[in-house]
């Protein structure tokens, strides 16, 4: 949906909006149950309602760990049972003793920044077994026998105090850590290297090298779209040492406006890589790459192009619940199409597709 053209901001908060509502309903149920089995935990709804808009940011963070979903719920469930489940409670046992005190109390603040579950988790054990906070931990400190032993507050410093700072904060800081990643503004820190000179054309079809004499020459505003010396350059680990693979191997080609053009190649050629290089959804390891005078290699640069493509992946890309009208509808809202000739370019593109009997038809 990003390179179909949706916003960032669009596209996070359908999303966020959707996650929050659903940990909504979930933490009113948790809310409901502590009530109605009068467990001695206040305090402990606002943990879990923060809960709610502070986890998905956090796990939308380490989603652009993954390339495919295949491993990511398992590796993510595991995360989950450590810092979520054993975590907790093995922070709390360290600060009931006194050697390991000193080590629990930053452990906390650690464990509750990079996980908002275990702040959760923590902050609810915490909060049920307050009274030995107070009894391990007087309010007035190394006093002697005269200490202020009485239960602390729920918020006190000694109980929950970390969690809720944190599960406050997060809901800020995970959002920060979203938009740095996938705004495109890392990359225009990052700088990929010129497409180097061809050394070895030995082999090579001549029309590859008149095409890479011919886009090298021209200036970017010459081709809507203008690809140079692209390479992609993969690391494998094999046998303990690790191994460059090649995706794609100096690409160079330029269209106009009205072309039909066809990547051709055998399975593994690299064509899937090209385009995701091209979209930005991947960078280079080498070369220049503009759309419309856009350099897709640059973070406003990208988000400028993007407002140019169309892309259909490899999978279907239609929505089952939307009919033909409809995917036209959306696409002409993200594309810009102005109100008073969506109409009219709608209908023609059913006609000339064939498709006008299918209008109100679901995909």
């Not at 021209?218 to 692209?230: H, M």
């Amino acid at each position: 949906m990003i390179v179909s053209g949706v916003r960032l901001s669009s596209y996070w908060m359908g999303h966020y909006v959707k996650d929050v509502v659903f940990g909504l309903i979930l933490a009113v149920w948790v809310i409901i149950l502590i009530a109605i089995f009068d467990i001695d935990v206040p305090g402990a709804w606002l943990l879990i309602i923060l809960a709610a808009f502070s986890m998905p940011p956090s796990l939308y963070t380490f989603s652009f760990m993954f390339d495919k979903a295949d491993n990511s719920g398992s590796i993510i469930s595991f995360y989950l049972f450590i810092f979520a489940f054993l975590g907790p409670i093995a922070v709390f046992v360290l600060q009931l003793i006194p050697s390991t005190r000193s080590v629990a109390k930053p452990l906390k603040w650690i464990c509750s920044l990079v996980c908002p579950q275990f702040a959760v988790v923590s902050g609810i054990i915490s909060i049920s077994f307050r009274e030995f906070f107070g009894f391990i931990e007087p309010a007035d400190g190394d006093c002697g026998t005269a200490c202020d032993r009485s239960k602390p507050e729920s918020f006190d410093e000694r109980v929950a105090q970390v969690p809720l700072i944190v599960l406050l904060a997060g809901i800020g800081y995970w959002w920060l850590v979203v938009a740095f990643i996938d705004s495109g503004f890392w990359k225009m820190c990052a700088r990929v290297p010129n497409a180097s000179k061809a050394t070895d054309q030995e082999g090579v079809d001549e029309d590859i090298i008149n095409e890479e004499k011919h886009v090298e020459a021209a200036a970017v505003e010459q081709y809507p779209i203008r690809i140079y010396g692209a390479k992609k350059n993969f690391s494998s680990f094999n046998k303990c040492s690790f191994e460059k693979i090649e995706a794609v191997k100096r690409v160079s080609f330029g269209l106009q406006y009205g072309e039909c053009f066809a990547l051709l190649g055998v399975s593994g050629a690299g064509k899937t890589t090209m385009f995701k290089m091209i979209t930005g959804e991947i960078m280079p390891s080498e070369g220049q790459m503009s759309i419309i005078g856009n350099n897709v290699l640059a973070g406003t640069g990208l988000m400028n192009a993007r407002k140019y493509i169309g892309y259909c992946p490899q999978f279907d890309c239609l929505y089952p619940v939307l009919t033909v009208r409809e995917h036209l509808e959306l696409y002409a809202s993200l594309k810009g199409v102005v109100q008073r000739l969506r109409e009219s370019i709608i209908m023609k593109l059913m006609v000339d597709m064939g498709i006008l009997e299918y209008e109100h038809v679901q995909s």
